[in-house]
């Protein structure tokens, strides 16, 4: 087989939740992601060469997400020849913008194009869940659909799976400031409540709907009244060094809203124009500037598209892992 007959697939990161949207909701940035290459080999079985970008994830295709996601994808086309895989890894692994899900979306990509694109994009979500069902040990669906599908991504149901993409209807930037402490999910998760007052329910369903609803009516106003969490914010928000302060200042420089992205430690902000994510980020910043904690600032667009096969060129040899 020629060595150099390969692709490339970027997916970006995510945020998820959206405030009002906990385990439902989730939109697509542009920047940063992960990259997966892959090509044929002759020999059968999944082989990751070289991890580039980050140390410490492990080689062994039975337990690195990319790896996960092929082996699936090859057991269910009954593909009896083996692929070579490399991981890129362009973002931080536990920041709430879904790590495991960029490689886990990139390595669908990247496989299904090098096998002729049997499965569509949607399709994939299903394969990229398996990545997130060995990175967590619950294959959800709100961060790998939107890498995948681009825009926001609603998820109705997982019994079936009922992912429905919204696009990006109108214009949306996004500011993240990431405190680069750690935060495990399992923590993030484990002090939630697992019953709710009906009083805060209903509010939480009203934001979610006046969420959707901002969105399709392109009502920016409606969008920000809506941007609120009643029932999680509260409680996994102690978690997060400074998080209220940071809040208050991105909504003071003009932001939409605020919250945490996903389970944590990064912190989301949503306006209306470049410009005002640009001073939101600045605003950002200065809460964490003396603070002791170093952080990492991303501003984005929300994008209509998400994975993409990237300019091929050669294939990089494999290197220490």
Same mark, same amino acid.
């Given at each position: ?74 057991e269910?086309?009954?593909i ?6 490399q991981?890129?890894?362009?973002? +931080?692994?536990? @920041?709430? %913008? ?9 390595? #669908?990509? =990247?496989?299904? $194009? /090098? ?11 299903m ?52 405190p ?26 009203g ?5 959707m ?20 914010? +509260?409680?996994? @928000?102690? %978690? ?9 200042a #991105?909504? =003071?420089?003009? $932001? /939409? ?19 005002q ?45």
């Amino acid at each position: 087989m020629d060595n150099n007959n390969f692709v490339k697939a970027y997916a970006p990161a995510t945020v998820a939740n959206v405030c009002c949207g906990f385990d439902v909701l989730g939109f697509a940035l542009d920047a940063p992601g992960d990259e997966v290459w892959a090509r044929k080999t002759e020999a059968p079985g999944i082989t990751i060469s070289a991890i580039h970008g980050i140390a410490g994830l492990s080689s062994d295709a039975k337990e690195n997400v990319i790896g996960v996601v092929a082996q699936k994808m090859l057991e269910d086309l009954n593909i009896t020849h083996g692929l070579e895989l490399q991981l890129h890894k362009g973002m +931080p692994v536990g @920041s709430g %913008l879904g790590s495991s899900a960029a490689s886990s979306a990139a390595a #669908a990509f =990247a496989v299904n $194009a /090098l096998l002729g694109s049997p499965f569509t994009t949607q399709e994939l979500v299903m394969y990229a869940m398996e990545g997130e069902r060995k990175a967590s040990g619950s294959a959800h669906a709100d961060n790998v659909a939107p890498s995948l599908l681009g825009g926001f991504v609603l998820v109705r149901d997982y019994e079936p799976l009922d992912v429905v993409p919204l696009g990006v209807p109108l214009e949306l930037y996004c500011t993240i400031l990431y405190p680069q402490i750690e935060l495990k999910t399992s923590l993030s998760r484990s002090i939630l409540k697992q019953e709710i007052p009906l009083k805060k329910g209903i509010r939480q369903w009203g934001n979610l709907a006046g969420l959707m609803a901002g969105l399709l009516k392109k009502d920016y106003n409606l969008l920000s009244r809506s941007l609120h969490d009643e029932i999680f914010e +509260p409680e996994r @928000s102690v %978690l997060i060094p400074l998080f209220k302060q940071v809040k208050e200042a #991105a909504l =003071a420089a003009g $932001a /939409l809203g605020a919250g945490i992205s996903g389970s944590g430690p990064s912190i989301f902000a949503l306006s209306a124009t470049l410009e005002q994510a640009q001073s939101v980020k600045e605003a950002m910043e200065s809460v964490y500037a003396g603070s002791g904690i170093e952080t990492k600032t991303y501003v984005s667009q929300v994008p209509d598209q998400g994975v993409r096969l990237v300019a091929q060129s050669t294939f990089q040899p494999a290197v220490s892992l």
